[in-house]
């Protein structure tokens, strides 16, 4: 897979690891914190076990996008790799790779890497959305 539309975004968050890890993979927490900007709602399906499959619906104003894809990898509380597609990779596969890190103070620093994007577009507004997202999953868990 190439990385030359890759993306590689980081977080500490005031949290442990066994908790930021378990929030990938619940359907309901997903659904609180999966929301980049001008996601008004998002509905999440899960089958958190290797080979098993996702399915998030991110809900705007006027329309949603569909994300589906398949965990490769579930090492809590590590590392998640899972495939994801949308009309934002056009309709390819590309690979998330999330680590868990714990650091000082009863925080963890979170790694999204994904890779195999189709452009620099598709890059761009996936660096955009993953930053959101981890700046929601922080906030959650100050809450």
Same mark, same amino acid.
């Given at each position: 897979?190439?990385?030359?539309? /890759?993306?590689?975004?980081?977080?500490?968050?005031?949290a %442990?690891?066994?908790?930021?890890?378990?929030?990938?993979?619940?359907?309901?927490?997903?659904?609180?914190w999966?929301? %980049?900007?001008g996601t008004?709602?998002? #509905?999440a399906?899960?089958?958190?076990r290797v080979?098993?499959?996702?399915?998030?619906?991110?809900?705007h104003?006027e329309s949603?996008?569909?994300?589906t894809?398949?965990? #490769?990898?579930?090492?809590?509380?590590? #590392?998640?790799?899972?495939?994801?597609?949308? %009309?934002?990779?056009?309709?390819?596969?590309?690979?998330?790779?999330?680590?868990?890190?714990p650091?000082?103070?009863?925080s963890?620093?979170?790694?999204?890497?994904?890779?195999?994007? %189709?452009?620099?577009?598709?890059?761009?507004?996936?660096?955009?959305?993953?930053?959101?997202?981890?700046?929601?999953? /922080?906030q959650?868990?100050r809450?």
């Open positions: 897979m190439t990385e030359e539309f /890759a993306l590689t975004v980081r977080r500490e968050i005031a %442990p690891a066994e908790d930021l890890f378990d929030a990938w993979l619940d359907a309901r927490s997903l659904g609180a999966l929301k %980049p900007s008004r709602e998002t #509905r399906e899960t089958d958190p080979g098993g499959k996702f399915r998030i619906v991110m809900v104003d949603s996008m569909e994300h894809g398949t965990y #490769r990898e579930i090492d809590r509380p590590r #590392r998640l790799v899972f495939t994801w597609s949308s %009309p934002a990779t056009q309709f390819r596969d590309s690979i998330v790779t999330v680590t868990f890190q650091s000082s103070n009863s963890t620093l979170v790694e999204i890497h994904q890779a195999g994007l %189709p452009d620099e577009e598709a890059r761009a507004g996936h660096h955009a959305g993953w930053s959101d997202v981890l700046r929601e999953l /922080a959650r868990e809450t």
